[in-house]
């Protein structure tokens, strides 16, 4: 499961930029007559859906090719910031025999088009949320890539202007889709496994590259990098800050722990009840990769929820992880244990227990398919989808809260009722949101 390398009209010019972002700043109230809802109808069953794409790097271009297997599917428009991935998705749309998408480096040229159905969001974490939360306010559906954005306000954020709008908003995290994944959930939450109090989910890559130090520079030609920067901290440009390797710094993203942990926290918590953990600790380090990256390559975060233990661990450089499998999720119960990875998953019994019978089921296949089908099924239907913002925000929220407990250094208590971290000011602030002018985020509660 190796993630990719990631992560109509002109573009305003520069002067056009700062006013139109300033008046965005003013206020959130102001955000909603900006990007007008445009939208005459929901479409129907057999109708065309018409996408635009923000972010067209690996994860956006692997998605829009997904989009493209549903022949329903046109690309109306695609933004990024950076000229040459917007060539390489006008060649994906040829490729695939679509007609030829308008492009563009403003997100929100995007948002302001009348044909545009549904937004595909595919950009770095800090990019995430207040191109969702506009587009619900503009009226168009979001396939938004996890983990939901960088805070858990911003999360909370998004989930109210989908409410709010009544948007359609999956999360793409796909192996909700998984055939095997679902069956090996449903295995456990039948109760044949007894009582399951310890759950387990690690990631162990020995192909996440070492990025070499080096110095500041500019931008490369075809970049804008203010636009890239958006509502994160200002920072002189450097490479290894930039693209697949932004999700190694905090102002961008949360490491392995949002990357890789809200995938296999996700698999992990379909086969548990939908209750938030009541405290977390974590500890970790960079222990293998000494490089400029500021998150850590070795971690391990462990959750109180009411009825059960929830491990998490990574660790980077090294592929031989538990159970032998270098990334997987197993549930312990009285009767025995599932150990699940892409390949399948198999019952290992308690030997005391003569009730049940080991059992190995193979993988089945590829689920980003099935998760972009359910997604466009429920825009035409109306229907929550499979992964909707509140289940996404919900498992979001618990790997950020093993991030914050590890930049902290303390075991944090939290009331999930007031999505607040009781017992430390400082660790609480993480939760909030922190945007550089002029960017503002509507809807968000500690902005």
Same mark, same amino acid.
């Given at each position: 499961?190796?993630?990719?390398?990631?992560? +109509?009209?002109? &573009?305003?010019?520069?002067?056009?930029? #700062?006013?139109?972002?300033? =008046? /965005?700043? !003013?206020?959130?109230?102001? *955000?909603?007559?900006?990007?007008?809802?445009?939208?005459?109808?929901?479409?129907?069953?057999?109708?065309?859906?018409?996408?635009?794409?923000?972010?067209?790097?690996?994860?956006?271009?692997?998605?829009?090719?997904?989009?493209?297997?549903? +022949?329903?599917? &046109?690309?109306?428009?695609?933004?990024? #910031?950076?000229?040459?991935? =917007? /060539?390489? !998705?006008?060649?994906?749309? *040829?490729?695939?025999?679509?007609?030829?998408?308008?492009?563009?480096?403003?997100?929100?040229?995007?948002?302001?088009?009348?044909?545009?159905?549904?937004?595909?969001?595919?950009?770095?974490?800090?990019?995430?949320?207040?191109?969702?939360?506009?587009?619900?306010?503009?009226?168009?559906?979001?396939? #938004?890539?996890?983990?939901?954005?960088?805070?858990?306000?911003?999360?909370? *954020?998004?989930?109210?202007?989908?409410?709010?709008?009544?948007?359609?908003?999956?999360?793409?995290?796909?192996?909700?889709?998984?055939?095997?994944?679902?069956?090996?959930?449903?295995?456990?939450?039948?109760?044949?496994?007894?009582?399951?109090?310890?759950?387990r989910a690690w990631a162990w890559l020995d192909w996440q590259p070492t990025m070499d130090t080096i110095p500041d520079s500019q931008p490369p030609a075809g970049v804008d990098y203010e636009m890239?920067?958006?509502?994160?901290?200002?920072?002189?440009?450097?490479?290894?800050?930039?693209?697949?390797?932004?999700?190694?710094?905090?102002?961008?993203?949360?490491?392995?722990?949002?990357?890789?942990?809200?995938?296999?926290?996700?698999?992990?918590?379909?086969?548990?009840?939908?209750?938030?953990?009541?405290?977390?600790?974590?500890?970790?380090?960079?222990?293998?990769?000494?490089?400029?990256?500021?998150?850590?390559?070795?971690?391990?975060?462990?959750?109180?929820?009411?009825?059960?233990?929830?491990?998490?661990?990574?660790?980077?450089?090294?592929?031989?992880?538990?159970?032998?499998?270098?990334?997987?999720?197993?549930?312990?119960?009285?009767?025995?244990?599932?150990?699940?990875?892409?390949?399948?998953?198999?019952?290992?019994?308690?030997?005391?227990?003569?009730?049940?019978?080991?059992?190995?089921?193979?993988?089945?296949?590829?689920?980003?398919?099935?998760?972009?089908?359910?997604?466009?099924?429920?825009?035409?239907?109306?229907?929550?989808?499979?992964?909707?913002?509140?289940?996404?925000?919900?498992?979001?929220?618990?790997?950020?809260?093993?991030?914050?407990?590890?930049?902290?250094?303390?075991?944090?208590?939290?009331?999930?009722?007031?999505?607040?971290?009781?017992?430390?000011?400082?660790?609480?602030?993480?939760?909030?949101?922190?945007?550089?002018?002029?960017?503002?985020?509507?809807?968000?509660?500690?902005?």
């Open positions: 499961m190796k993630t990719t390398n990631p992560f +109509p009209g002109k &573009d305003f010019s520069r002067r056009e930029f #700062v006013r139109t972002a300033t =008046l /965005a700043a !003013g206020a959130a109230a102001l *955000a909603g007559p900006f990007i007008r809802s445009v939208r005459a109808g929901e479409p129907g069953p057999n109708s065309k859906l018409r996408l635009g794409l923000i972010g067209c790097g690996g994860m956006g271009s692997g998605d829009l090719e997904c989009f493209f297997r549903n +022949p329903e599917v &046109d690309c109306a428009v695609i933004a990024d #910031v950076d000229d040459s991935h =917007l /060539a390489k !998705g006008v060649e994906l749309c *040829a490729k695939h025999s679509r007609p030829k998408p308008d492009t563009v480096k403003d997100f929100r040229r995007v948002l302001d088009r009348k044909d545009v159905d549904i937004v595909l969001i595919a950009t770095p974490d800090h990019w995430h949320a207040l191109p969702t939360v506009m587009a619900c306010q503009a009226g168009k559906d979001v396939y #938004v890539e996890k983990p939901l954005a960088t805070t858990i306000d911003e999360g909370r *954020a998004m989930l109210t202007a989908s409410q709010k709008h009544n948007r359609i908003v999956q999360m793409g995290s796909q192996w909700k889709s998984c055939k095997h994944i679902i069956e090996a959930a449903e295995f456990v939450k039948s109760g044949k496994l007894g009582n399951v109090s310890m759950v890239w920067l958006g509502p994160a901290p200002k920072r002189p440009f450097n490479q290894n800050r930039f693209h697949y390797n932004f999700r190694w710094f905090w102002d961008y993203a949360g490491g392995l722990m949002t990357d890789w942990g809200v995938h296999l926290i996700n698999m992990a918590l379909m086969g548990m009840p939908k209750e938030p953990p009541k405290n977390v600790c974590s500890t970790g380090g960079t222990f293998v990769q000494h490089d400029m990256r500021e998150t850590p390559d070795s971690q391990i975060a462990l959750y109180e929820f009411p009825g059960f233990v929830l491990e998490w661990e990574h660790k980077s450089g090294v592929g031989v992880g538990l159970n032998g499998r270098s990334w997987g999720v197993s549930w312990s119960g009285t009767e025995g244990t599932i150990l699940l990875n892409d390949e399948g998953w198999e019952l290992v019994i308690e030997k005391r227990k003569a009730s049940l019978e080991p059992e190995k089921h193979k993988g089945s296949g590829d689920p980003r398919p099935a998760h972009v089908r359910n997604f466009l099924d429920c825009v035409k239907s109306r229907q929550p989808p499979v992964l909707n913002l509140e289940l996404g925000h919900h498992v979001s929220t618990v790997a950020h809260l093993g991030n914050i407990a590890f930049r902290t250094g303390k075991k944090i208590v939290w009331d999930s009722e007031h999505e607040k971290i009781v017992n430390d000011p400082q660790a609480d602030k993480l939760v909030g949101v922190k945007y550089r002018a002029p960017w503002k985020l509507p809807y968000a509660k500690r902005a």
